[in-house]
């Protein structure tokens, strides 16, 4: 148990749809990363965000977007949703850019 | 760039060690990990080594890194069938104010009794 928990754990979407996948970080972490985990790869860097400002992105096109709340939970918002965007969504909560915890990830199916 | 490699597959009888192997790119990482992940979960932090030093022992882990290869391997001694997963070797990167973690695309250990 890391303390960070993604919801939901599984989704469905339709393709041309949009999606809101939701963390709540570990107590006392100021700092959340997404990450993409397609099938059979790495992780792949979405964006960051500390004190509720995005601080770093990857390659990932604006449709993916985010926001993090003052009591540091987060949010990743994907607009337009195309099929490749299936994966398994993670999220990770660190104390500025200590040790980061990853929650179970939220599995996105886009149809 | 930004690019970490490992092997893909690694295969041993249940009592061995295990050698899981990385290379990475980017000569100005901070810390490099190995994380583990089961089948359907998550991703478990193993242990992570600071950039400007050589080992880290901790428990059954044994982590090298060879800075001047850019390479860096992990051990495990006396593997259980229980350490069969995927292992993930990733560097953290600065530039500035973004910090982020390149990833491999993980080596997946079978461990055979």
């Known amino acids: 148990e890391t303390g960070v928990t993604q919801s939901p754990t599984h989704l469905i979407k339709t393709r041309g749809q949009q999606v809101t996948l939701r963390c709540s970080s570990q107590?006392?972490?100021?700092?959340v990363s997404w990450y993409q985990q397609a099938l059979g790869q790495g992780p792949q860097f979405i964006f960051q965000y500390y004190r509720e400002e995005e601080n770093g992105r990857g390659n990932f096109p604006p449709r993916f977007s985010g926001l993090q709340f003052p009591n540091y939970s987060s949010e990743l918002n994907v607009n337009a949703l195309e099929l490749d965007d299936s994966a398994l969504y993670l999220c990770a909560s660190s104390w500025g850019q200590g040790e980061a915890f990853f929650g179970q990830g939220t599995r996105l199916t886009v149809v | 760039g930004e690019d970490v490699e490992q092997s893909l597959f690694l295969s041993v009888r249940e009592g061995d060690s295990s050698v899981i192997n990385c290379t990475y790119t980017d000569s100005s990482s901070t810390y490099l990990y190995w994380y583990k992940q089961e089948p359907g979960a998550g991703l478990q932090l193993l242990t992570y080594i600071f950039s400007n030093m050589d080992m880290k022992q901790d428990q059954r882990l044994t982590v090298l890194l060879n800075k001047k290869d850019k390479h860096l391997s992990l051990r495990i001694a006396d593997t259980q069938t229980g350490d069969s997963a995927i292992y993930f070797c990733a560097e953290k990167i600065s530039a500035g104010n973004n910090r982020k973690l390149i990833w491999g695309l993980g080596t997946s250990l079978a461990v055979n009794p």
């Open positions: 107590s006392g972490h100021n700092t």
